[in-house]
């Protein structure tokens, strides 16, 4: 079976990742129609797209269904997955407002 691999980074400041999602940008956006299947990753206007973790499923720090107010799980949950993944994968010094990371030591951590 063939596998693709992008190069890209992640990028958190001004997103609210949770504990099993993240955005991931590309270095070439144009590299996102070499994904297979039947559906096309729906990209934001710098070229991301959230990923999310194959079999892992976090509470929710946030959701809106359809036409409903904005929800959430248990919060103290929520946060400290979001917080576990954010240190997984390399950010550190994450400073939030709210569920928004609002800075970190560095962001666009390298990833493929």
Not at 37 to 47: L, Y
Not at 56 to 68: C, M, N, Q, S, V
Request: one cysteine or more; proline letters at 6%; a neutral charge.
């Amino acid at each position: 079976m063939p596998m693709l691999c992008l190069a890209g980074t992640y990028a958190v400041v001004g997103t609210e990742p949770d504990g099993d999602s993240i955005r991931f940008v590309p270095t070439n956006p144009p590299d996102w129609a070499k994904v297979g299947g039947r559906h096309r990753v729906r990209v934001n206007a710098h070229g991301g797209a959230q990923l999310r973790l194959d079999g892992i499923d976090a509470l929710e720090t946030h959701y809106a269904p359809r036409g409903g107010h904005r929800l959430h799980q248990p919060l103290g949950f929520g946060r400290a997955a979001a917080s576990e993944l954010l240190k997984w994968l390399g950010f550190e010094e994450v400073v939030r407002a709210e569920e928004k990371v609002t800075s970190v030591a560095t962001d666009h951590v390298r990833f493929y």
